[in-house]
């Protein structure tokens, strides 16, 4: 059998990652979008977040290293599959330091326990 090409449907391989997901490039050059309902966080903006958590304090004593770690975890969760999903990415990051700093942060609902959502 022959692809539109020409090219022996046989000879063709999918590249997929260790999810499943084809790593195949499209047409454009790009790699295939990830589906809507899905988010990912730029490393750059999951610094930022750890960088502002380095710098709160709650209930006036600064936040332990491994807590940070735990806690932008957790708001990256929320941020993507969690209860501030549908707000513009920013503003959600913005509520969710407010509410660690106000120590009202609670583990959003749907996080995996003892894992981490961050690759």
């Not at 750059?44 to 600064?62: A, F, K, S, W």
């Not at 940070?68 to 969710?96: H, M, R, W, Y």
Request: net charge positive; charged share 25%.
């Amino acid at each position: 059998a022959m692809n539109q090409a020409g090219i022996p449907v046989e000879a063709i391989r999918f590249n997929r990652d260790k999810r499943g997901v084809s790593t195949e490039k499209t047409r454009r050059g790009q790699t295939p979008e990830q589906p809507k309902n899905s988010l990912k966080i730029p490393k750059h903006t999951l610094n930022r977040i750890r960088r502002r958590l380095q710098r709160c304090t709650v209930q006036g004593e600064p936040l332990q290293p491994k807590l940070i770690t735990t806690l932008t975890e957790q708001l990256a969760f929320s941020v993507t599959s969690g209860s501030l999903k549908g707000l513009d990415p920013i503003k959600a990051i913005n509520i969710g330091i407010k509410l660690i700093r106000e120590n009202r942060w609670r583990t959003p609902s749907g996080y995996p326990q003892g894992g981490s959502h961050i690759g």
